[in-house]
């Protein structure tokens, strides 16, 4: 069992930056591919990028490549999502993910544990 909890959100004016964190309790955090993905009001979830396990491969979602970068530290259980340049269509909930595979994926049904989210509100 894993369980995940994520920190670091907030509002932000248009421009600014904010650092996400997920912290992982559980087993073999350092095996399995972490993900961030982020809800907005009235719409889908949706992938934002996902780091392999040992964080050699990285993946973005084209609306935040440039101005994200994801990365982990394996001896602290805990991936972060640093946002840089953030825009008003970046509001939304943002949740980490969990897969039991080294590699990650842009597809939400991959993965297999869940944290509880945290809002990230950016003002214009």
């Known amino acids: 069992q894993v369980q995940l909890v994520e920190s670091g959100g907030g509002l932000v004016q248009a421009g600014g930056s904010l650092r996400l964190s997920c912290a992982a309790s559980?087993?073999?955090?350092?095996?399995?591919?972490m993900g961030w993905f982020r809800q907005a009001p009235g719409k889908e979830r949706e992938f934002v990028s996902t780091?392999?396990?040992?964080?050699?491969?990285?993946n973005y979602a084209d609306s935040v490549k440039g101005r994200f970068t994801i990365s982990r530290d394996n001896a602290k259980n805990t991936a972060y999502l640093q946002m840089n340049g953030l825009k008003p269509e970046d509001t939304a909930v943002y949740y980490c993910?969990?897969?039991?595979?080294?590699?990650?994926?842009?597809?939400?049904?991959?993965?297999?544990?869940w944290g509880q989210g945290t809002q990230v509100t950016v003002s214009s």
């Open positions: 559980g087993r073999a955090f350092s095996s399995r591919a």
């Open positions: 780091i392999s396990s040992l964080g050699g491969y990285t």
């Open positions: 993910a969990a897969r039991s595979f080294s590699i990650g994926s842009v597809r939400s049904g991959d993965y297999d544990y």
